[in-house]
Each structure stands twice: as structure tokens, then as C-alpha cells.
């Protein structure tokens, strides 16, 4: 049963009755309701992960061929490119 308190002029409702005068009383979720509240983080995470490599398969974002490996895949091409210069640098 919700009750009110008279706080300066202002009357605020809390869902607690107040034991002191000024003090808030604020109940906090249930352990249950936190940890699925924070469950939907990694979940929503992996929905928006998985949803961007659906619309970069598409044909129009397809990476054209590397001339020199023919591969499709750019972050090969740019791991290849930088190993190429760790091996001249070294050299």
C-alpha cells in the first residue's frame, strides 16, 4: 500500500512505509531480475553481431579478389600484407 511522506513542500509516494524521518526506503530488484536484465547485454551483443554479417554477406559489400592470393576475404589480405612487411623490415 503506497504511502506519502511530506518532504519540504514537495509530498513524494514510495511503495515502503518510511521508518525515519527523511529516509528514503528504496527495495531493490531481485537477484533474479538482475542477472536476466544483465543476461540480455551479451544476447543483444550477438543479435547485432550476427545480424551485421548477414547484411555484409551481400554481393554488393563482397570484397573484390586480392590479385596476387585470390582471396575474398580483406582481413586476410591485410594480415598477409602486414606479415609481408615484418619479413622486408626484418630482412
Not at 23 to 45: D, E, G, K, T
Not at 61 to 83: C, E, I, V, W
Amino acid at each position: 500500500m503506497p504511502h506519502s511522506t511530506q518532504i519540504g513542500k514537495e509530498q513524494m509516494a514510495t511503495s515502503a512505509p518510511v521508518r525515519e524521518a527523511g529516509v528514503l526506503v528504496v527495495r531493490r530488484h531481485h537477484l533474479l531480475v538482475r542477472c536476466s536484465h544483465w543476461l540480455n547485454v551479451p544476447i543483444l551483443l550477438g543479435l547485432i553481431l550476427s545480424g551485421l554479417s548477414i547484411y555484409w554477406a551481400s554481393p554488393v559489400y563482397r570484397h573484390k579478389p586480392n590479385p596476387q592470393t585470390g582471396s575474398f576475404d580483406p582481413l586476410a589480405d591485410m594480415r598477409s600484407s602486414t606479415r609481408a612487411a615484418r619479413v622486408q623490415q626484418s630482412a
